[in-house]
């Protein structure tokens, strides 16, 4: 007999993870606007009118990224709660 419900843990960590990572990374991007590492001072300048003119949209991002992780990690625990019943229940008879 197959499964009718087959959830993919594996898809659903990585997203959880990319999400949190991405988070992290739009979140440094203030650092990495006043980096020296970017030399030429005209993509130091833009790296700074990025960071500053996006700043609205990326909150919008960031809270997006962190709902979308958050929501991949609940439906892994939802899904392991509710197997672990319908296991459970399946060995009492």
Do not use: P
């Not at 979140?27 to 960071?51: N, P, R, T």
Request: aromatic content about 6%.
């Amino acid at each position: 007999m197959a499964a009718d419900f087959v959830v993919d843990y594996g898809l659903l960590q990585s997203i959880q993870s990319t999400m949190n990572r991405l988070k992290g990374e739009f979140e440094g991007i203030d650092a990495v606007q006043h980096s020296a590492d970017w030399g030429d001072g005209g993509i130091a300048g833009a790296m700074g009118s990025f960071a500053s003119n996006w700043h609205i949209h990326r909150e919008k991002m960031l809270g997006s990224m962190e709902a979308m992780a958050k929501n991949a990690g609940e439906c892994m625990e939802q899904t392991r709660n509710l197997d672990g019943q319908l296991a459970h229940g399946l060995g009492k008879k």
